[in-house]
């Protein structure tokens, strides 16, 4: 969530003393992100934990404030905020003002949420039997992204894309594949726009113009109609409806306000309690236009269309070159989604621009969203395991050139997996070609399909646990990068089995190694 860059955290440490049977903080403030399937950041997850222990002390006197960031495109929507609100409350905890669930347009609720709080704050110092003064107020940041204001601010940003050429596109996988995963290469030469390894590329998308019309064309709006668009000012309804709303998706509150408008009784039953796992399958694969079609007749007024959809949000890519490297370029990795569902061929907005929609003389709206939890370590002789199956393997292909580029003799060490090796072997003739020279000191893959039982990237650990356990000994730093339901969970839990096995650990001795290695600096996740 790189809006919430823009959040001051003005409010200091934790006054903190334990007593037999409660804790005694006084005034905490939390900022709480949410990723992957409603999991806490992952430096949080040791203190969540904390929090969740069965016989954990309640608070004697905590008076907290929770902010919740999220995106309302995803399912569990600020659910680790809103878990982490209810577990300080059932501590013993009392609210100074009620939890704000941000989305990722954060202004209007960041201010609401600002305003309830600093009256809270307030009355506190106002109050003549507190000895608490407003700077004594604890401020904790329980978010992977929210960074604090600094002096330096970056050229270009969201509100202010680069335009960058592109240099180079071409496919990744083999035309036998069931997929297509495309590299990019943009030019920022001549420009400010600067990154790490490690760092994302934040694109701004465009929906098809072909579905807008088919848009237009149902709902009998003229494209050339002004319509006013927050933040933007007034536009015509066909860009509105290109450049800055989502089409392609639904949420709950989309479904909410468009039954509310045209009183459509099934998905009224849709949004009770009891219909929730409905509404969410309903929501999965549908966009706008299918409501137009099931519900036709529904918006009259373009500001109605307008207020009900959610703002179209940039899309992360890991970078996959190195400054050092690649001097004027950024590489992206990017896997093109594409699906059929309900009769309509449908794709990933930001994908099949790239794919469909972006040619050789294109320039793509971007702009850098920096990862300071993912980097490379300072010294150069320590040791790298990097975990990245399908397009995760994208920053530390920017990992390994940034290595050459910079002489660094530490060794390497790449766990990669995809389906097939003959299809989706992602930068082949670059990774042989570094393994070959010895510069890439292991490489070990993982292709699912290539032989009678499939083979993941955690199995390729376990097969090698001696040895990873051996790299983990002499100071090795691990970094994951990829899906974080599935994958990110299996390597994390196939980590403590290794730890344990390898160690001679039980399970709490284990959870502490782990948590250690965080702690230090040399367990790095880029999950999503």
Known sequence: MGAASCIAVWLASIQTERTAGSVGERYAVLI??????????????????????????????????VLALGDSNYEHFCKFGRDLDEKLAALGGFRLCERVDCDVDLDASFAQWKVALHRSIVEITAAPSTTCKPEEVTGVVASSSVQTPSKRTAAHTRDNPFL?????????????????????????????????????????PQNDLRLVEEILHKLKFSPDISVQIPKSGTVSM?????????????TRKM???????????????????????????????????????EYPEVVRDPADLVAMLPKLTPRLYSISSSPAAHYGEIHTTVAVVRYRSHNRERGGVCSTMFADRSHADSHLPIYIQPNKK?????????????????????????????????????????????????????????????????????????????????????????????????????GANLYVCGDASRMAKDVDATLHTIVEQQGGMNTDAAQEYVDALKDQHRYHRDVY
């Open 374 to 474: 993912f980097r490379l370590p300072q010294d150069g002789a320590r040791p790298i395991i990097m975990i990245g199956p399908g397009t995760g393997v994208a920053p530390f292909r920017g990992f390994l050139h940034e290595h050459r580029a910079l002489g660094a003799t530490g060794k390497n060490w790449l766990f990669f997996g995809e389906r097939s090796a003959a299809s989706d072997y992602l930068y082949r003739e670059e990774l042989e070609s570094m393994r070959k020279d010895n510069f890439l000191t292991r490489l070990d893959l993982a292709f699912s399909r290539d032989q009678g039982h499939k083979v993941y990237v955690q199995d390729k650990m376990l097969e090698n646990a001696p040895t990873v356990w051996s790299w983990l000994q002499d």
């Open 32 to 65: 709480a992100s949410t990723y992957g399937e409603g999991d806490p950041p992952d430096a949080v997850q040791p203190f969540y934990n904390q929090l969740c222990m069965e016989h954990f002390p309640r608070f004697k006197s905590l008076s907290f404030a």
């Open 255 to 293: 479904v909410s306000a468009y039954a509310t408008m045209g009183r459509c009784q099934h998905l009224m039953d849709l949004l009770t309690l009891e219909q929730q796992q409905n509404l969410d399958a309903y929501v999965w694969d549908r966009g706008l236009i299918d409501l137009l079609y």
């Open 238 to 250: 066909q860009v509105a409806l290109l450049d800055h709303l989502q089409i392609t998706r639904l």
């Open 164 to 204: 960058a050429p592109i240099v180079d596109k071409r496919p990744l996988t083999r035309d036998v594949s069931t997929k297509l995963t495309l590299h990019l290469a943009l030019s920022i030469a001549g420009s400010e726009v600067s990154y790490e390894s490690g760092d994302a590329c934040g694109v701004i």
